[in-house]
């Protein structure tokens, strides 16, 4: 067996390199364009709000701050509302995109670890026992629910000879989520105090966060994208089967401790940030696969580009429907991810994990 194998590999080498450079390089510009649109979603999250303000004023106010009202809206609101829609975009999608990976379950996405419940819970409990707690702090109270409910989820799984296997990840992080959220339900039912100040968070929104709240969550981020990043090549083993992954020289529970703490730091940012917000994590890694194909080394610089796109454009939709009001994007990144999500698992030929 050793010996068919090693003669296999030198067979299929000498006309690999061409084809894969060829193919790196079509990736290459796929990822050259995505940033492009992604600099036009931005530029169009700064340009267009429930305001209306002319196109060269908006941008002459951008470099030029005058103090007016104009100016305060520009730079106190959609500025810092754009950096803030580009940071948990990316959060997501890359949160989505190592989730599915680690568990090799195309329909997993952040939330499968409990992390959205743990982050809900904590905030309603930060409520319940503080009386009232500022959005500043409310941030580290959900960071710290989601950190915590991924190191139960974690424990739990990793119990018993088997480790913390995919499915015993998936289990552990559904029975979390569930118990965590009837918690949530049973504060908030008989405490409508707490319920009122819950909700304007829970429905998962940019708008209305303070310029610094970026900066609380980005040195995470940034820390869980690199993290991903690194990962890219463990997971591609890890996608061949456990015996064959170990049998590559990978170590397959540090990658997947690893991983789970990148999901941990990315999700629970976005999460901590900006609320619950749907169908972002769970379909942009099937858009990315469907173009990149299973290679992580590009299914998660896909989804670092894509998913901001996504966020920032449905803000910007629900910022031009109900003028002069606006509609969550949490609502409506599921009414665009929910038909795009359902095609892509209708196609005949969807790409594998």
Same mark, same amino acid.
């Given at each position: 067996?050793?010996?068919?194998?090693?003669?296999?590999?030198?067979?299929?080498?000498?006309?690999?390199?061409? *084809? %894969?450079?060829?193919?790196?390089?079509? !990736? +290459? #510009?796929?990822?050259? $364009?995505?940033?492009?649109? @992604?600099? /036009? &979603? =931005?530029?169009?999250?700064?340009?267009?709000?429930?305001?209306?303000?002319?196109?060269?004023?908006?941008?002459?106010?951008?470099?030029?701050?005058?103090?007016?009202?104009?100016?305060?809206?520009?730079?106190?609101?959609?500025?810092?509302?754009?950096?803030?829609?580009?940071?948990?975009?990316?959060?997501?999608?890359?949160?989505?995109?190592?989730?599915?990976?680690?568990?090799?379950?195309?329909?997993?996405?952040?939330?499968?670890?409990?992390?959205?419940?743990?982050?809900?819970?904590?905030?309603?409990?930060?409520?319940?026992?503080?009386?009232?707690?500022?959005?500043?702090?409310?941030?580290?109270?959900?960071?710290?629910?989601?950190?915590?409910?991924?190191?139960?989820?974690?424990?739990?799984?990793?119990?018993? *000879? %088997?480790?913390?296997?995919?499915?015993? !990840? +998936? #289990?552990?992080?559904? $029975?979390?989520?569930?118990? @965590?959220? /009837? &918690? =949530?339900?049973?504060?908030?039912?008989?405490?409508?105090?707490?319920?009122?100040?819950?909700?304007?968070?829970?429905?998962?929104?940019?708008?209305?966060?303070?310029?610094?709240?970026?900066?609380?969550?980005?040195?995470?981020?940034?820390?869980?994208?690199?993290?991903?990043?690194?990962?890219?090549?463990?997971?591609?083993?890890?996608?061949?089967?456990?015996?064959?992954?170990?049998?590559?020289?990978?170590?397959?529970?540090?990658?997947?401790?690893?991983?789970?703490?990148?999901?941990?730091?990315?999700?629970?940012?976005?999460?901590?940030?900006?609320?619950?917000?749907?169908?972002?994590?769970?379909?942009?890694?099937?858009?990315?696969?469907?173009?990149?194909?299973?290679?992580?080394?590009?299914?998660?610089?896909?989804?670092?580009?894509?998913?901001?796109?996504? !966020?920032?454009?449905?803000?910007?939709?629900?910022?031009?429907?109900?003028?002069?009001?606006?509609?969550?994007?949490?609502?409506?990144?599921?009414?665009?991810?929910?038909?795009?999500?359902?095609?892509?698992?209708?196609?005949?030929?969807?790409?594998?994990?």
């Amino acid at each position: 067996m050793s010996v068919s194998i090693s003669t296999s590999a030198p067979t299929a080498e000498p006309v690999a390199p061409a *084809g %894969s450079r060829r193919r790196s390089s079509l !990736l +290459a #510009l796929g990822l050259l $364009a995505a940033i492009v649109v @992604l600099v /036009a &979603v =931005v530029a169009a999250s700064v340009s267009v709000g429930a305001r209306s303000i002319p196109l060269d004023r908006v941008w002459d106010l951008v470099f030029h701050p005058d103090g007016s009202d104009e100016a305060v809206v520009v730079h106190d609101l959609r500025i810092p509302r754009t950096l803030l829609g580009l940071l948990v975009g990316a959060a997501l999608g890359m949160a989505g995109a190592l989730m599915q990976a680690l568990t090799r379950n195309p329909l997993a996405d952040p939330g499968i670890l409990g992390v959205n419940a743990g982050a809900a819970a904590c905030v309603v409990g930060g409520i319940a026992i503080f009386g009232y707690v500022d959005p500043k702090v409310q941030v580290w109270f959900a960071f710290l629910g989601a950190g915590l409910a991924t190191v139960i989820v974690y424990g739990v799984a990793a119990r018993g *000879g %088997s480790g913390a296997t995919p499915v015993r !990840l +998936a #289990l552990a992080g559904i $029975a979390l989520t569930f118990a @965590l959220y /009837a &918690v =949530v339900q049973g504060i908030t039912t008989l405490k409508p105090r707490v319920f009122d100040q819950y909700r304007f968070w829970q429905v998962g929104s940019l708008a209305g966060h303070e310029q610094a709240l970026a900066g609380q969550i980005a040195p995470f981020i940034v820390v869980g994208v690199l993290l991903a990043l690194a990962l890219a090549r463990p997971l591609n083993a890890l996608a061949l089967g456990e015996d064959v992954s170990r049998a590559l020289g990978a170590n397959v529970a540090r990658t997947r401790a690893l991983g789970a703490l990148g999901v941990t730091l990315l999700a629970g940012a976005a999460t901590a940030a900006a609320g619950p917000i749907s169908f972002v994590g769970l379909t942009v890694p099937h858009v990315a696969r469907a173009i990149t194909g299973p290679d992580q080394r590009w299914v998660l610089p896909y989804s670092l580009v894509l998913a901001p796109i996504l !966020l920032l454009s449905a803000d910007v939709i629900g910022r031009i429907v109900t003028r002069p009001g606006e509609l969550q994007v949490s609502i409506v990144t599921a009414v665009i991810g929910a038909p795009v999500f359902i095609a892509i698992v209708r196609r005949k030929r969807i790409a594998q994990l």
